[in-house]
């Protein structure tokens, strides 16, 4: 069988090495360098950043800091009912890494709700990605729609994770 690897320019030679193996040899794509080194398809499809190798032709990129699973799914949670109204999150992974977390519902009926949330609900995201799980920190001051957060993402994760 053979394999193709979709890289850089300066993994040209790889790839002609690779198509001009037979099915049985093997071979290791010499190190791309430079920006979206590393991004590659093969059984998958990842993306890098940096220097990266295809040492490994069959699967995703391997490239340092890209993402090796190629599976981009987005989730949504259920929505959580708070003392102030709902919060429902939207959650993006490649594979099993959370790349991007966004809040869909939160409470906006009035000019309280629109103030507390319009700084709570980014650092709410920014701090799900960060930690990779629904165990972040209770915004000060935005306490139910914290708690709200949580349980939606929670409920998105436990969705992707098939439970």
């Known amino acids: 069988m053979r394999r193709a690897v979709v890289a850089s320019s300066a993994t040209v030679a790889g790839i002609v090495l690779l198509l001009s193996l037979k099915p049985h040899e093997a071979a290791t794509v010499p190190a791309a360098v430079g920006p979206g080194a590393g ?3 093969g059984a998958g499809t990842g993306t890098g950043a940096g220097t990266g190798t295809e040492a490994d032709a069959a699967g995703p990129s391997a490239g340092t800091g890209g993402t090796a699973s190629g599976t981009v799914r987005t989730v949504t ?4 009912d708070t003392r102030f109204g709902p919060v429902q999150v939207k959650v993006t992974l490649d594979g099993t890494k959370i790349t991007k977390v966004e809040a869909i519902q939160y409470p906006t ?3 309280r709700d629109q103030e507390i949330n319009s700084y709570a609900v980014p650092l709410l995201n920014q701090e799900a990605v960060e930690a990779q799980s629904a165990d972040i920190d209770v915004v000060s ?3 139910f729609t914290s708690q709200g957060y ?3 993402l929670q409920s998105a ?5 098939g439970r």
């Open 109 to 111: 009926h009035d000019r």
């Open 150 to 152: 949580t349980t939606s």
């Open 157 to 161: 994760l436990d969705q992707a994770a």
């Open 141 to 143: 001051g935005a306490t």
């Open 77 to 80: 949670g259920t929505a959580a």
């Open 39 to 41: 991004t590659g398809t």
